[in-house]
């Protein structure tokens, strides 16, 4: 049996992935906070993009791929206030998404972790 096709395996490795690429996209937007005119992004919420993954395609079979989702940057229609030269990004809005990020992988990290051992100890071969 191949655990990572579990659900529970499943869902922590889409949440890290999602998380992965969101830490990404806020990177970007920090990295251009001197930037004239530039709006920051985020990513859709995970939940949206389950719904939207599961509403879309369905696995009929092993052999093929599981639904992505859409993962793709928009525009962070939060970002309401702009500087001088029309740049939207607020560094402290930006730092507390980072820290939620950071947060959440590690409880998705934990929980992929934790399902990995007792995988093997059901197995017998130890944690």
């Known amino acids: 049996m191949d655990m990572t096709r579990t659900g529970v395996m499943a869902l922590a490795e889409r949440r890290l992935a999602w998380l992965e690429q969101r830490q990404q ?7 251009n906070a001197d930037t004239p005119g530039y709006q920051p ?3 859709a919420p995970f939940a949206r993009t389950l719904e939207s993954a599961a509403a879309s395609l369905t696995q009929t079979s092993p052999l093929h791929l599981a639904a992505a989702g859409n993962n793709r940057a928009q525009r962070d229609r939060a970002a309401v206030e702009s500087s001088p030269s029309g740049n939207g990004v607020s560094l402290d809005r930006e730092a507390l998404k980072i820290a939620d990020t950071d947060q959440a992988h590690a409880l998705a990290l934990a929980l992929h972790r934790r399902w990995a051992a007792m995988y093997k100890t059901a197995l017998g071969r130890g944690t």
């Open 41 to 43: 992004n985020d990513l």
């Open 25 to 31: 996209v806020l990177a970007q937007n920090i990295a």
